[in-house]
């Protein structure tokens, strides 16, 4: 009997602390991000959808990083089906070996127009150029031909010192913001924190509600 | 009779004791990795593959009471009391860092790993094993006695 009350005890415990800690860490999360709203959008970030959208999504995003693939199509889909309410800012977050060259490679494909198709075709054709969680850039080149991309033009474009800014200027805005996994996804500024697919639709939503009204 | 009874009393105490000390422990290292998200470092794998089956073989023991659990308690508190040892030692660079096994992932040795600001994680862990072997060695000692 105090065997098992004790333990009950102990486990309640453990409970109400895990609650507290990440009421206090969503808290926190949510204030340094108002904090440093500059180091959210910056105005070299590729966006996609309407401009004058009211609900912003940043995304934090690894183009090595296997959930980030797996949430493109749901964050894509919640930008088109909003009718114009809602758009995404790319922010980099290359947490993985040798992604900060992808993420070059795809700066590269945005002065040739062509960034969203090749971000789509990496994130769909990852498991060919991420080999045990270290990305291979050398083997991207190849996949993302398909896109109409002139290779030999953006193997030299991805070394512009303007690209080495750009993601510099990310990685250091992702420290700011404590972005530590990625996705890492802000709402209008508010950071989503318990992580989910679910989460973020509605966290989209309830800033689409406040945004637009009913 | 009333003598092995009290021994027996006694005995049931201590292990449920160390039971509690295992108990916090386990709790406290899935607070800090689950909760907390700290990665545990190889050696931390190590001491919590050591401490997670004491709660469970010490809860078998209470419930009904059965001083064997003892026996198999024990080992497994020693092991990870050796393992915490050499951690702290590293932690404290007694011994030296390139002794290290960790490669990848959290490091053994690193300052973060401090609670309330100022106890090290593996000094606790140093600390729980402690209580938990002498508390084990009371109970084999009294039943020996016995």
Known sequence: MLVMSAGLLALVVFALGAFFYTQQQTRQAAQLAQENRAALVRPHSPAFGNPGAKVTIVEFIDPACETCSAFYPLVKSLVSGSFGQVNLVMRYAPLHKGSDEVVRILEAARMQDLYWPVLQTLLKS????????EAKPEMVWGLIQETGL????????????????IVAQDIADGKTLKV???????VNGKPLVDFGADQLKALVASEVRSAYGK | ????????????????LAWLVALAATLGALFLGEVMGVLPCVLCWYQRIAMFPIVIILAVGLMPFDDRCVRYALPLAVAGWLVALYHCLLYWGVIPKDLVPCGEGASCTDVKAVLFGFVPVPLLSLAAFSLVVVFLSIVKKESKNE
């Open chain 1, 126 to 133: 990852q498991a060919v150029w991420v080999i045990h969680h």
């Open chain 1, 180 to 186: 530590t996994k990625t996705p890492g996804f802000f």
């Open chain 1, 150 to 165: 002139d290779v030999a033009k953006a193997r030299s474009d991805m070394n512009h010192p303007r690209v080495a800014e």
């Open chain 2, 1 to 16: 009779m009333t003598s092995t009874t009290s021994v027996q009393d006694k005995s049931w105490l201590w292990i449920f």
